[in-house]
């Protein structure tokens, strides 16, 4: 025996109420989980599975911190009788440990890669999996216990292996912690790999959305497990850093590189007739299809909104020719690469990051283009070359950015690689003589084949130097415009995993942070006894904040975003908030039901070659009684004409809407089946409804 430092004692003291405070906390998990039902679910057994194996080694620590606290108390060093046993004990409850994070991994692998292989899922394949792992834990550390690799440190007073090269320490490190965090790694990354190509393979929002978040569910266990290693995790390291500590909103910009590294900060539409190729080249551009419903799939068309962003980047080497010096890319590409240009040297470095707002393109869904032309800041024309100029919802679409004061606009002439260049030099006559006199009559006209990528690099140029930056304002107080929502739950959900509604949109001023108080107005709408209208605003908490793949902490104007809250997810489910305003408490306008406007009808309907019924095509007035369809922001909702006078006329709301004082709405009319664009207007005053 010998004498021992007494400032050994305070180090004890700490390891003590540590360890000891680590197995409690352990127990008291383990009893919520066995005793509450709604725990009774798979995750949450592989999770207690974790925890039991976590309380193990604590004590196992907590016994051993014990027995030193009072050998140094005692002033001594003595030798410990049950130190083998205590190691055989660590050894093999660390084993289990890590291996428990490779089940879990392996769970939610399942869920997304297989989710119909619900043998695999089940709760006793689960725990035979798990005692596999208990029955390796516990048979590795035979091998060196056996053997009496196992000794006892007199100077640290702990039992363990002698650090020093040998066969027993490469086998211990290699079981307890190289395989089992291998084989973790590995079913982490192809995780990543699967929800990042789910996009390219054209899959369903919401299986995309249920995949990135059952991958966002293994992460904190990752992030735990690397920890525990000292390695650093970032699931997006290529991405530049966002935090909301000490954010200078006065700082921000839509070029700042924390913002557009991960967040689009531009909206640009594509717009046209159906089937000249709005889609492809939205893909060709951004790498992800927007046709991702399986109604869509099925008839080969857009029909909800679409939306995909794209980084656009250009090369540093000023000696390298344009337009290949310019290129786009996924919104989850680094901002900067090196250029594969033979010779050039120089790297693509990030210059823009755009958000492409798809709109159908047939006659029926003419409402949802006018929804995502609210929120254009600039739009793509696309006219098919091997078709006649212009077709009926080219001129419709193109009246409609002319109501919304849309002037940045670049004209596609796709389809080139399908005819020949007499015939695509007739049409660029067409399209010349078809935009006079109208926004788009400076807009350039760019021959390209979306399907074969030609000439998208002068897409990429264009979009870099000619049209403008946005203004934004960041200081105000946040207001978003939904144009999508979802619920992310697929059927069968257990309780403990269920996720509140995501809301997607463009945000129209200021800046959402994760963890920010925000309401949705109007909310869900009712009638009293007496048939009044009431609305009851949402109030709910922004819990995650994405833009596509990349994950944000906060988010400002421009691009489209999507909005985790904790909104109960039916209110969310097929688009059912779509319309509505996101904004900070009690900062959103009023909710009105009856709207006054002074109003524009167009001379002549466009998008109808026959001239509409009895083979009129003037736009007839405004009548008392008719029902128009109004799309006010994002909203589209019939509308009553209650009166006419002078410009002006009053107009009841089938639905509430939130909005302001001189919106813009746009005024369209049931003609052959279909509603057909007639005029536009801007509101002057309106019947404000009280909400709850």
Not at 168 to 192: D, G, N, Q, R, W
Not at 499 to 518: F, M, N, R, T
Not at 637 to 662: W, Y
């Amino acid at each position: 025996m010998s004498i021992v430092e007494s400032w050994f004692i305070p180090f004890d003291i700490v390891l003590v109420i540590s360890t000891g405070f680590t197995g409690l906390s352990g127990v008291t998990f383990l009893l919520i989980i066995i005793f509450d039902k709604i725990c009774h679910t798979v995750p949450m057994l592989l999770i207690a599975n974790t925890s039991l194996t976590a309380v193990l080694f604590g004590f196992s620590m907590f016994s051993l911190a014990m027995f030193t606290l009072q050998s140094d108390l005692r002033q001594v060093q003595t030798h410990d009788v049950f130190c083998v046993v205590r190691s055989y004990i660590a050894y093999g409850a660390c084993a289990i440990f890590n291996f428990s994070f490779a089940l879990q991994a392996f769970y939610r692998y399942l869920l997304i890669t297989h989710p119909n292989r619900l043998l695999y899922q089940s709760a006793r394949f689960q725990l035979q999996l798990i005692l596999l792992t208990w029955t390796y834990g516990f048979i590795v550390p035979i091998e060196f216990v056996a053997r009496g690799e196992v000794v006892y440190s007199v100077d640290n007073q702990i039992c363990q292996i002698p650090l020093e090269p040998s066969f027993s320490i490469i086998y211990m490190a290699s079981c307890v912690y190289v395989f089992p965090i291998f084989i973790t790694m590995i079913i982490y990354y192809k995780l990543i790999r699967y929800v990042k190509h789910m996009n390219a393979r054209s899959t369903s929002v919401n299986t995309v959305l249920r995949a990135r978040y059952e991958l966002k569910m293994f992460e904190s266990p990752f992030k735990l497990l690397l920890f525990n290693l000292c390695i650093p995790f970032d699931n997006q390291p290529q991405l530049a850093k966002q935090s909301t500590v000490d954010l200078d909103l006065s700082k921000l910009s839509p070029l700042t590189p924390e913002v557009i590294s991960r967040q689009a900060t531009i909206n640009i539409g594509t717009i046209g007739h159906v089937a000249h190729g709005k889609s492809t080249v939205v893909k060709s551009l951004s790498g992800v299809s927007t046709i991702r419903f399986e109604k869509e799939k099925k008839e080969n068309k857009t029909i909800n909104l679409g939306y995909a962003n794209a980084k656009i980047f250009e090369c540093d080497n000023a000696k390298c020719p344009r337009p290949e010096r310019f290129r786009s890319a996924g919104s989850s590409k680094q901002d900067v690469f090196p250029c594969d240009r033979n010779g050039c040297g120089g790297q693509f470095r990030l210059v823009r990051h755009v958000s492409f707002v798809d709109c159908p393109g047939h006659d029926v869904y003419m409402a949802t283009m006018l929804n995502g032309a609210a929120i254009m800041d600039a739009a793509l024309l696309l006219i098919a070359a091997n078709e006649t100029c212009p077709q009926p919802q080219t001129s419709e679409h193109v009246a409609a950015i002319g109501i919304m004061k849309l002037n940045s606009i670049l004209i596609l002439q796709n389809k080139i690689d399908l005819v020949r260049e007499a015939q695509a030099k007739e049409q660029y006559q067409q399209i010349n003589n078809f935009i006079k006199g109208t926004n788009a009559e400076d807009a350039p006209v760019i021959p390209i084949s979306a399907q074969q990528k030609i000439n998208t690099d002068i897409i990429c140029e264009y979009i870099t130097k000619k049209i403008p930056i946005p203004l934004r304002d960041f200081s105000s107080k946040p207001r978003l415009i939904v144009i999508r929502s979802f619920d992310v739950n697929k059927p069968g959900a257990e309780v403990d995993n269920l996720k509140g509604g995501v809301v997607g949109g463009s945000i129209l001023k200021g800046v959402l942070k994760v963890g920010q108080d925000v309401e949705v107005r109007p909310g869900i709408v009712s009638k009293d006894n007496e048939g009044r209208l009431r609305c009851r605003p949402l109030r709910s908490k922004i819990v995650s904040l994405y833009a596509e793949q990349n994950e944000l902490a906060f988010a400002v104007p421009g691009g489209l975003i999507g909005v985790g809250t904790k909104i109960d997810p039916t209110l969310c489910r097929a688009d059912r908030l779509v319309g509505q305003v996101l904004g900070e408490v009690g900062t959103l306008p009023e909710i009105y039901t009856e709207i006054q406007i002074t109003y524009f009808l167009l001379r002549r309907l466009v998008g109808v070659r026959d001239g509409g019924n009895g083979g009129d095509p003037r736009v007839a007035k405004l009548a008392k009684g008719e029902m128009l369809m109004i799309n006010i922001g994002s909203l589209s909702t019939g509308g009553r004409v209650l009166g006419v006078k002078d410009g002006l006329a009053k107009i009841q709301l089938m639905n509430p809407v939130c909005t302001e004082i001189s919106e813009k709405v746009a005024l369209s009319r049931r003609i052959d089946k279909s509603f057909r664009l007639i005029g536009w207007g801007e509101i002057r005053r309106g019947t404000v409804i009280n909400s709850q």
